[in-house]
């Protein structure tokens, strides 16, 4: 079956950088800058990644950092928690431009 | 419904040869032997032996998902009596201070409080490798009290605090039985600051992955077990599933065994390799066979050809040094915080 995206693609991450090398070195540090433990614990910053993951829904993302959430300790619940949370800004984004919508509908009805 | 050992369903991974092709046919970046000479260890050899492991036989009235001994109530392996005697006399002949007693359910073997006395009149350290739930067996209801009158350290396994986890790894209704076996203990003193009785948990991943950090998953079990079920202990380790037996039967059924290696590769961690168990225990098997570890000894990796191979002819003097046989299965050991018997190998 063709389809778009290939689990083991995201092995081949680091390919990115051939054309960009410098970027990608730079990318690379900060990136594990950030998901070292500081204020944060290195399980929370999982499970908000595991969230952001949902919310721009990639794919590679979800399977990365729901397993990494298993290795910091997370439990099932708590990732589904945190799913939950991305659904929940996702759809309350929605609704709150629904405030746009009422004072558009304000300004044109009589 | 059938009993789920590699035995009973006939499975070709009932075979440690057939373990052992499996996991030597697999693509791996490095070997281990590649890993420990980058970190500047090989050959990989015992420094002593502080722990002497016995594996009593692999009877079990479980029957786990990621048991690397395959271990079941149809299993017939018991230790017999001359292994025993030669096992007990080594030790007293010994200065090795510890004995870790496992299987199975080692406690099932007819002779077990007999090492325990043993071990404990000639001034060892004991450890029980406990699945909780024989305690809750009616000729076995006694055993806390046994243990506790002889100050055995009871290390007891407990995946979850959660009951859908625990007996997803551990079978139907071990959450519940494994909880009234950990109050009764807490009423004996076990797990209670100053008490002296040791009761540590060990939990290992309900699935594919490698543990959490040790410390954190520790401070998560104590608040949770405390705040539910008004249970305490020790210490928790953290136990890195091995690719053998029904884990790697597990693994392969699904479909996850090559990405659970290469994981075990990638996150080989150097610090991990001088805290390797291998290099301070020695394992007898339930026939008198002797191994670098448990694991070793469940696919049949015997102690080096140059070492002695039965407890009927080995010295300490002979075996405190061996080089350690090894595989792919050893980068399990030394994957992340490392594992070990003892939990994480890596202080954080």
């Known amino acids: ?110 | 419904m059938a009993l789920p050992t590699l035995l009973n369903t006939r499975s070709p991974l009932a075979d440690s040869a057939t373990q052992r092709a499996t996991l030597n046919a697999l693509p791996l970046l490095r070997t281990f032997d590649e890993a420990v000479e980058n970190a500047g260890h090989a050959p990989l050899r015992a420094t002593a032996i502080s722990v002497l492991q016995l594996n009593v036989g692999k009877r079990c009235n479980q029957a786990c998902r990621h048991c690397h001994v395959d271990a079941g109530p149809d299993r017939t392996e018991v230790m017999r009596d001359a292994v025993i005697d030669a096992a007990l006399e080594f030790l007293e002949r010994s200065d090795i201070p510890t004995i870790d007693i496992t299987g199975g359910a080692p406690e099932l073997h007819p002779r077990f409080r007999e090492i325990v006395t043993r071990a404990r009149a000639a001034g060892r350290h004991v450890m029980d490798r406990c699945n909780l739930t024989i305690t809750q067996l009616p000729n076995y209801s006694d055993l806390p009290e046994f243990l506790a009158g002889h100050g055995v350290e009871v290390v007891a396994s407990l995946p979850s605090f959660a009951a859908r986890q625990t007996d997803a790894q551990r079978g139907a209704g071990v959450f519940d039985d494994s909880i009234a076996a950990l109050r009764h203990f807490n009423t004996l003193g076990y797990g209670v600051d100053g008490s002296g009785l040791l009761l540590n948990l060990v939990t290992n991943p309900v699935g594919a992955f490698l543990p959490g950090p040790q410390h954190a998953l520790e401070a998560d079990w104590k608040r949770e077990l405390g705040r539910r079920y008004g249970i305490v202990f020790n210490r928790l380790y953290t136990i890195t599933n091995m690719p053998i037996s029904r884990y790697l039967e597990f693994l392969l059924h699904s479909g996850n065994l090559q990405g659970y290696m290469d994981r075990l590769v990638t996150a080989f961690n150097p610090a991990a390799v001088d805290g390797l168990m291998c290099r301070y225990t020695l394992s007898v098997g339930w026939d008198g066979r002797l191994y670098d570890c448990d694991f070793n000894q469940m696919i049949d990796l015997t102690t080096s050809a140059d070492a002695p191979q039965t407890i009927f002819d080995a010295t300490t003097h002979a075996l405190a040094a061996r080089r350690i046989v090894i595989g792919p299965h050893c980068f399990g050991c030394t994957a992340g915080g490392g594992s070990s018997c003892g939990g994480s190998t890596v202080s954080t």
């Open chain 1, 1 to 110: 079956m063709e389809t778009y995206y290939h689990p083991k693609d995201l092995a081949r991450f680091g390919e990115i950088g051939k054309e960009a090398p410098e970027l990608w070195q730079k990318f690379s540090e900060w990136y594990a800058a950030v998901f070292k433990e500081g204020a944060l614990s290195e399980r929370e910053k999982a499970l908000i990644a595991l969230a952001v993951a949902h919310t721009v829904q990639c794919p590679y993302c979800i399977d990365a950092y729901s397993t990494t959430s298993l290795e910091k300790g997370a439990t099932p619940e708590q990732m589904t928690e945190a799913v939950h949370v991305a659904a929940a800004i996702r759809g309350g984004s929605s609704l709150v431009h629904g405030v746009q919508m009422r004072n558009h509908v304000d300004k044109l009805s009589m």
